[in-house]
């Protein structure tokens, strides 16, 4: 909920919210044939008149977009890495959202404005926002993401990650169960080495792969905090900063920003975890291995 005071005299309230957001007309005359912004807690047409003092309540959006909001998306071209019938496997660059987190985003570059304009024929591909994303990325995080194009592989996708996360969740001998995992993830992230990070790099290094099995505590909004694997593959030492090659073995929002960061390995310009920067942080999700639904055995590399 966002209340506005408005403080000049007989601008029409479409013109205005445009004024203030970076949405256009045609949006919020949408917005509000469907009352979600009144004035004065009253519901107002689109031609309304604003008055000096005018409370504006911008109440909270439906998550659901006609097509007249969705084809003023950005239209934005993401390679696509391998397409099948039923799936395809894209690199979504940084700076370019999985999906957008509410209406308010509907102006921001993302993976889901992407295959509105290019894939129409998605499932439900007319609501709001992510049905069709196997998994996602964190906006400064590039890399390989699946995309399900029908629903049957959507629910086998979903099966694969829920039987990875169940057999991790069942055992404390990870390495016991990695073999029947059907669905893997890996990541290169570039580390600034801090005093205790050398230190704790120095206690792994002999003992690869490493496993960090810590809850993690996401710098989000009502976070839920749980137990979560992160595997240290290999690293390499580059004068005060380091590479590190990961797998993650349970999904997880900030998963590894939040592990390498209780390390003291903090993720080169994490505007969260290390440091503010207009530059995107060093993380990659570079490689997948799966199994298909067909029993193929998929291997990507970017």
């Known amino acids: 909920m966002e209340n506005l005071l408005y ?4 601008d029409r309230i479409d013109s205005w919210l445009v004024s203030q957001f970076d949405y256009s007309r045609n949006f919020f005359q949408h917005i509000l044939s469907r009352w979600w912004i009144q004035v004065n807690w009253k519901q107002i047409k689109k031609s309304y008149r604003l008055k000096n003092n005018d409370i504006v309540e911008i109440d909270d959006l439906s998550r659901y ?11 934005i071209d993401i390679p696509v890495v391998l397409e099948k019938e039923d799936y395809l496997v894209i690199n979504k660059p940084k700076w370019v959202l999985s999906h957008p987190n509410s209406v308010w985003d509907v102006s921001q570059p993302s993976v889901v404005w992407f295959l509105y304009h290019k894939y129409k024929d998605l499932p439900t591909v007319w609501n709001f926002i992510r049905a069709w994303l196997v998994h996602r990325l964190d906006k400064d995080t590039d890399g390989l ?12 996708f979903k099966e694969l990650f829920q039987q990875k996360s169940g057999l991790v969740a069942e055992t404390d001998d ?12 890996f990541y290169r992230a570039k580390s600034e080495i801090t005093t205790l990070g050398d ?13 960090i099995r810590e809850n993690v505590v996401p710098k989000v909004p009502n976070c839920i905090v749980k137990m979560w694997v992160t595997k240290i593959l290999d690293f390499k030492i580059d004068w005060e900063l380091v590479d590190l090659n990961l797998e993650i073995l349970t999904g997880r929002t900030h998963q590894i920003r939040y592990h390498l960061s209780n390390h003291w390995l903090p993720i080169v310009w994490d505007y969260l975890y290390w440091n503010e920067s207009d ?4 993380l990659t999700a570079y490689r997948l291995e ?4 067909d029993s193929e055995n998929i291997k990507l590399e970017i």
């Not at 990870?174 to 993830?185: L, P």
């Not at 530059?279 to 060093?282: E, R, Y």
């Not at 799966?290 to 639904?293: K, L, Q, S, T």
Request: proline content about 7%.
């Open 7 to 10: 403080q000049w005299n007989w």
């Open 65 to 75: 977009l006609s097509p007249i909001i969705l084809d003023e998306t950005p239209d």
């Open 145 to 156: 993401m699946i995309i399900a194009k029908t629903e049957k592989w959507l629910a086998y």
């Open 174 to 185: 990870i390495e016991s169960v990695e073999n029947e995992i059907k669905f893997r993830k």
């Open 199 to 211: 230190a704790f790099l120095e206690k792994i290094k002999d003992n690869l792969p490493y496993y």
């Open 279 to 282: 530059v995107p942080m060093q």
């Open 290 to 293: 799966f199994v298909d639904i």
